[in-house]
């Protein structure tokens, strides 16, 4: 059997931070070990004059309450998707003037929040290709009571404006456009507003957001689950069990969908005390998969990979905003496996993917930590893959390729 632990979920912890950061008070975020995003964001609130220690087990953040001790700064993001889309609308509302820097990988992504920022009278001076990073930013605060922002573009923007507005004096409206108007990250937003009290109404294409003050001291962050579903893969991959410590099936986590989708296989869960068991092991094989996956995108390339081995063809789709991430993920997936021997295609809709056999090489990561992670599993199938910069995994999971290490020992 598998047994191992994962970071904090990067995606609760960074949006825990910002809002503790930027209300009112001291607040204690259990959240044991965390990666290189949230170094990166812990390293913002530094240069913005926002005091924050960390131990080994949580991180406490001494909020300003809106109040920025430090309005001109220069802030380097790297790579870290919530710390560039979170802190640029979170300072553009609440004012000041910062000089915002990233890692190469970052300049190549378009800020399109940018945009709508212009709108409520924020000023952008760009160092390199508009609407992208580097760039410097004067705002004298954003007075609005209500915005409209698309969701296609990322959902990552609504969030942003989510957590500035519950820091806000008044009562906010944010109206969501596109197909992603009821996404799961949205929903992990909404429910953190609500664990630090501030109340939130949602219809289909709307939320409105009340402030308050928060009311809690302390507040424990769930394990990454989009860290556990690579280990939780490789139940169904290697006819295994798995378990990952502290995971509950309970999780809002966008990639709680991906556990459905190995139920769906076979694979049954369940709850232990010290986390949550999959088992595969009775699993013989599993045909192709044919599935939305808009809404746990991230898991895009575990599936992929998956497909690989399955008995019979698969079709992912819901995936064309995957193209602007860390690197154009849909790429990375049909160029590797076509090199590694396994037909793969896009049409512009579907990723269409026929299983093979599966020849040796090295994986092409791209610098995305996701592609690095997701193809090291099919090197723990194989035993003849290697992994282009693996450390590019560090962004998030800073100890992925030592386990993988020690279960390379274990096979």
């Known amino acids: 059997m598998i047994e191992v632990s994962v970071p904090a979920s990067k995606s609760i912890l960074n949006r825990a931070l910002v809002l503790s950061a930027f209300s009112e008070g001291k607040i204690k975020l259990v959240c044991g070990s965390f990666a290189q995003d949230t170094r990166v964001l812990l390293g913002c609130l530094a240069s913005l004059g926002i005091r924050t220690e960390t131990d080994a087990e949580s991180v406490t953040v001494y909020g300003c309450g809106g109040k920025i001790p430090v309005r001109q700064s220069n802030l380097y993001v790297g790579s870290a998707g919530t710390a560039a889309r979170f802190l640029t609308v979170m300072l553009a509302f609440c004012g000041g003037e910062y000089y915002f820097t990233s ?22 001076e760009f160092s390199g290709e508009p609407y992208h990073f580097p760039f410097f930013m004067k705002s004298k605060g954003i007075e609005a009571d209500e915005m409209t922002v698309d969701t296609d573009k990322s959902t990552q923007y609504a969030s942003g404006i989510l957590l500035a507005a519950a820091i806000g004096k008044k009562p906010f409206s944010l109206t969501l456009t596109g197909t992603r108007t009821q996404g799961s990250y949205i929903g992990l937003t909404l429910d953190l507003l609500n664990s630090f009290g501030v109340k939130t109404e949602q219809t289909s294409n709307s939320v409105k957001v009340y402030p308050a003050p928060p009311f809690l001291s302390s507040y424990t962050v769930e394990p990454d689950l989009s860290g556990a579903c690579y280990f939780y893969a490789l139940a169904l991959l290697l ?3 798995v378990l990952v410590r502290r995971v509950h099936e309970n999780s809002r986590q966008g990639d709680a969908r991906f556990l459905q989708l190995l139920k769906e296989k076979g694979v049954q869960f369940t709850p232990q005390k010290n986390g949550l068991l999959a088992d595969g092991s009775n699993v013989a094989n599993y045909t192709g998969f044919d599935v939305d996956m808009g809404d746990f995108s991230d898991q ?16 992912l789709f819901g995936i064309g905003h995957i193209r602007l991430q860390e690197c154009d993920r849909i790429a990375a997936v049909c160029n590797n496996l076509t090199a590694l021997g396994v037909p793969a295609s896009f049409d512009g809709k579907n990723l269409s993917i026929s ?24 090197g723990l199938k194989t035993g003849n893959i290697g992994i282009e910069n693996p450390d590019c995994c560090k962004k998030t999971f800073e100890n992925y390729f030592e386990i993988i290490t020690e279960l390379t020992k274990q096979a």
Do not use: I, N
């Not at 791209?366 to 997701?374: F, G, I, L, N």
């Open 300 to 315: 895009t390339l575990t599936v992929a990979v998956l497909a690989a081995f399955a008995a019979t063809p698969s079709r």
């Open 239 to 241: 006819q295994t069990k």
């Open 355 to 378: 299983p093979a056999p599966v020849r040796g090489g090295t994986v092409k990561t791209y610098e995305d930590h996701r592609v690095a992670m997701a193809f090291a599993l099919m």
């Open 103 to 124: 890692s190469e990988q970052m300049e190549k992504r378009p800020m399109d929040v940018l945009h709508l920022l212009e709108g409520y009278g924020v000023e952008f």
